[in-house]
């Protein structure tokens, strides 16, 4: 009698990251995106080491100087370097930008837990949320900031605001689908913590919607900080920002285009590559779209 020997089962080798930032090079395009915001956040921390003059020097016999070998892109209006300026711009830029999104995602994190949790709370934040998305986005921006004056913080503050609602509304929605699972129901029968439940069992359905929405967050941030600096209801006009060397420079542009082309080629790219990311990530976490992939 013979004995038959089943085959060693085999075990497959899985990279961790890859399924996780796989989507970052799913194709040329995002590849490219995710090359060049790379690269404008790696210029942006090492600005200091990059920048060849003090972005804040001003230097009136020097204003308005052309593209030379101490002025790679020549100088501004009062003799300050324009690249050491684009460079220390993105700094800030992307700092409003990425801290918008985390503010606006952990607020509206809670308040959509809340809201879709508890039907009572659910009727009157929901009108909250709605009034505040009713005001147009940039006006409220700019009252807040002549409220408050002018500071990097208060401009975040000003541009996370209208924001919550859009976050809240979507975190409410996962939970109010959520919250009806077998396994939510099981919880609470059990007797399980209202705190334990919203955190193990609800906040997890919301991560891959809110990594999308914050990349979106994240872009429409930097684009409105562009704006109100333009409008002059930003940061103050001597900090460097896109929008504030781009501001700084319309009254410029016939005599010198770089003054205005150099920060919005920059802040094109950067909200491009962000908004790229941003549509690889929802594809990328997305079940429905995977399903799609796989038929």
């Known amino acids: 009698m013979s004995i038959e020997t089943l085959p060693e089962p085999s075990i497959p080798i899985t990279t961790p990251l890859r399924p996780r930032f796989g989507f970052l090079t799913s194709t040329p395009i995002i590849a490219t995106?995710?090359?060049?915001?790379?690269?404008?956040?790696?210029?942006?921390?090492?600005?200091?080491?990059?920048?060849?003059?003090?972005?804040?020097?001003?230097?009136?016999?020097?204003?308005?100087?052309?593209t030379s070998a101490q002025f790679l892109?020549?100088?501004?209006?009062?003799?300050?370097?324009?690249?050491?300026?684009?460079?220390?711009?993105?700094?800030?830029?992307?700092?409003?930008?990425?801290?918008?999104?985390?503010?606006?995602?952990?607020?509206?994190?809670?308040?959509?837990?809340?809201?879709?949790?508890?039907?009572?709370?659910?009727?009157?934040?929901?009108r909250v949320m709605d009034g505040l998305m009713a005001m147009p986005s940039i006006l409220l921006a700019i009252a807040v900031v002549s409220l408050s004056g002018a500071s990097i913080w208060t401009v975040m503050v000003a541009i996370t605001i209208p924001e919550i609602p859009r976050v809240a509304?979507?975190?409410?929605?996962?939970?109010?689908?959520?919250?009806?699972?077998?396994?939510?129901?099981a919880a609470i029968s059990v007797g399980s913590s209202l705190p334990k439940i919203m955190v193990?069992?609800?906040?997890?359905?919301?991560?891959?919607?809110?990594?999308?929405?914050?990349?979106?967050?994240?872009?429409?941030?930097?684009?409105?900080?562009?704006?109100?600096?333009?409008?002059?209801a930003g940061i103050s006009p001597e900090t460097p920002t896109w929008g504030n060397i781009m501001?700084?420079?319309?009254?410029?542009?016939?005599?010198?285009?770089?003054?205005?082309?150099w920060p919005g080629l920059l802040l094109s790219i950067a909200i491009l590559s962000i908004n790229l990311i941003g549509d690889a990530a929802r594809d990328a976490l997305d079940p429905r779209m995977k399903q799609r992939e796989g038929k």
């Not at 942006?44 to 804040?56: E, F, G, M, R």
């Not at 906040?203 to 409008?231: D, H, K, R, W």
């Not at 501001?247 to 082309?261: D, H, T, V, W, Y």
């Open 200 to 232: 193990r069992h609800l906040m997890p359905n919301t991560i891959a919607p809110l990594i999308v929405q914050g990349t979106y967050v994240c872009a429409s941030a930097i684009l409105t900080e562009a704006i109100l600096s333009f409008l002059g």
């Open 169 to 185: 509304r979507l975190v409410r929605s996962v939970v109010l689908s959520a919250r009806e699972e077998p396994y939510v129901e």
């Open 73 to 126: 892109l020549g100088t501004d209006a009062f003799g300050r370097d324009l690249l050491s300026r684009v460079v220390y711009g993105g700094r800030i830029s992307l700092f409003i930008g990425i801290g918008c999104a985390i503010l606006s995602v952990a607020i509206g994190l809670a308040i959509g837990l809340v809201s879709g949790f508890f039907k009572l709370v659910d009727a009157v934040m929901m």
């Open 33 to 66: 995106a995710t090359v060049c915001l790379g690269l404008i956040i790696i210029v942006s921390i090492l600005a200091p080491l990059i920048a060849p003059h003090d972005p804040i020097l001003l230097a009136p016999s020097q204003r308005l100087k052309p």
């Open 247 to 261: 501001a700084e420079g319309r009254q410029f542009f016939q005599i010198k285009p770089s003054l205005i082309f």
